[in-house]
């Protein structure tokens, strides 16, 4: 038995362990910006951004008042990434463009661990820049995440590079691609989708990959990292497992509405895919003499506004989620959002995003954002209260420590082995600054006051005491200039 098999066989092993209950929380992104359902107690937090995770916790509380939270603001993302477009400032609003496709950590993570945002990886709209990761960085053809690397944060790590999908699509290595969507398991393989129709060389002969199609790459073609990171690839090993033809059927047969309430009648583009490990696995002959095992897959597509999620069962048709189905059945009126954790745009007219990234996955949510993500205070300096942060947070009381950023970004301190649910990573040098009580899940306390001529960075993250071990929030920071 060689490498490769061997992770294969150990990963399958624990995947079978886990697929007998899926994760009771979803990982998602949106196409536009949305609000929270549940309005996150007036807080910056209810803002939605498409660069922005969200989370779903489905087992959290009653269906009635189940809603999309913030889990990875873009201040956390700013403080893992660094001034990573060289403007000397940490803020970038615009970072990522969006987030368009989300996978979940190593499948060797144990499950009662989940994720954080060190270990899920995600796929860019737009490159982020590469003054503190160096080249490539994370492109748009790339699933990737931030971790730190020696004295530096803001590093990439990737989960299965551009040239890689280009080498199983059979195309040269360089050619820029964007990928909409992906999945995994070891025991199939990478599934994935393209933002534009691209020409491949796939196992299956030269083909026009559609945008709305589903590739797949086989286990068989694959080798592993330890972690179980995309370590080789076969040359023109993909295989499209769905045409964008049969997506567009898949979706008429779901008999789904949009945010107007029109029944859809297809896809367009494949936006998300997750694994539905509670569904059947199908036997697939895309060709001749070549056999895939595929699972159930759930996806969402470009036309699926109001934020619906379809499932490959029965041929296509609504997923049900914890809390019901994840869409409006056509001659039923418009699919609001509500069901994927967002407001409707008003009584007769649904959200206006589709589900642009998905994943499954179990994970704590603890979280800071500043009000205002930079204070200009030079030369007179800003009072306290100049600006408010925003905390959400699982535990009632919250201690939030302060660090002065220099202009490099700081490498952060493993917390492990504390923190073991939420952020993973303590950024030192700091100090203490205050306490503040979370009452409903949120709170807010101030901004320090800002001493004339200052200028730099301040980083805040909050920890709070649970049980004889500590759990740290996300960090936030905000540039003073």
């Not at 800071?368 to 800003?382: D, R, Y």
């Not at 302060?402 to 952020?423: G, I, Q």
């Not at 503040?436 to 001529?453: D, K």
């Amino acid at each position: 038995m060689n490498h490769a098999t061997t992770h294969r066989s150990f990963a399958f092993a624990l995947l079978c362990a886990a697929a007998s209950a899926q994760s009771p929380d979803f990982l998602l992104t949106y196409s536009q910006p949305e609000l929270t359902r549940s309005g996150s107690a007036g807080t910056v937090l209810r803002f939605l951004q498409p660069n922005e995770i969200a989370q779903i916790q489905w087992l959290l509380g009653p269906c009635s008042s189940m809603s999309a939270e913030k889990w990875a603001p873009r201040t956390c993302f700013h403080a893992m990434a660094g001034d990573e477009n060289a403007d000397g400032s940490y803020w970038n609003p615009a970072i990522f463009g969006s987030i368009d496709a989300l996978l979940t950590g190593p499948i060797l993570t144990p499950a009662f661990l989940g994720d954080n945002q060190r270990t899920v990886f995600w796929s860019p709209s737009v490159a982020m820049g590469t003054n503190i990761s160096g080249i490539p960085g994370l492109r748009p053809g790339d699933v990737g995440r931030i971790v730190p690397n020696g004295p530096l944060d803001g590093q990439v790590q990737y989960f299965m590079r551009q040239e890689q999908f280009n080498q199983a699509l059979g195309l040269p290595p360089g050619t820029p691609i964007d990928i909409d969507a992906i999945a995994f398991s070891p025991q199939f393989g990478v599934f994935f989708s393209l933002d534009a129709d691209t020409p491949a060389n796939t196992a299956c002969g030269p083909m026009l990959v559609q945008d709305g199609a589903v590739v797949m790459v086989p286990n068989f073609a694959l080798t592993y990292t330890p972690d179980m990171r995309i370590s080789t690839v076969l040359p023109n090993s993909a295989v499209v497992l769905y045409t964008e033809a049969q997506m567009d059927a898949f979706v008429v047969n779901a008999q789904v509405t949009d945010r107007f309430g029109a029944c859809i009648a297809n896809a367009v583009d494949t936006e998300a895919l997750d694994i539905d490990y509670t569904g059947p696995i199908t036997t697939y002959v895309p060709c001749s003499g070549l056999v895939v095992f595929a699972p159930t897959l759930i996806f969402a597509t470009e036309t699926m506004t109001g934020a619906s999620l379809l499932t490959t069962a029965l041929g296509g048709s609504i997923y049900n989620t914890p809390c019901g189905p994840a869409g409006t059945s056509c001659s039923s009126g418009p699919t609001f959002g509500p069901q994927m954790g967002i407001r409707p745009t008003s009584t007769t007219t649904g959200a206006p995003s589709h589900v642009n990234a998905l994943c499954s996955t179990r994970a704590c949510r603890y979280v800071l954002e500043p009000q205002q993500h930079v204070l200009n205070a030079f030369p007179t300096g800003l009072p306290a209260g100049s600006t408010n942060i925003d905390i959400a947070s699982p535990y009632a009381w919250n201690f939030v420590f302060v660090t002065f950023v220099p202009p490099t970004v700081p490498s952060p301190f493993p917390a492990f082995p504390f923190s073991m649910a939420c952020f993973p990573d303590f950024y030192p040098p700091n100090i203490y600054y205050m306490f503040t009580p979370t009452v409903g899940g949120f709170s807010t306390f101030p901004m320090f006051s800002i001493p004339p001529l200052t200028t730099g960075k301040v980083l805040f993250q909050s920890l709070a005491f649970v049980g004889s071990s500590l759990e740290l929030s996300t960090p936030a920071i905000i540039d003073v200039q």
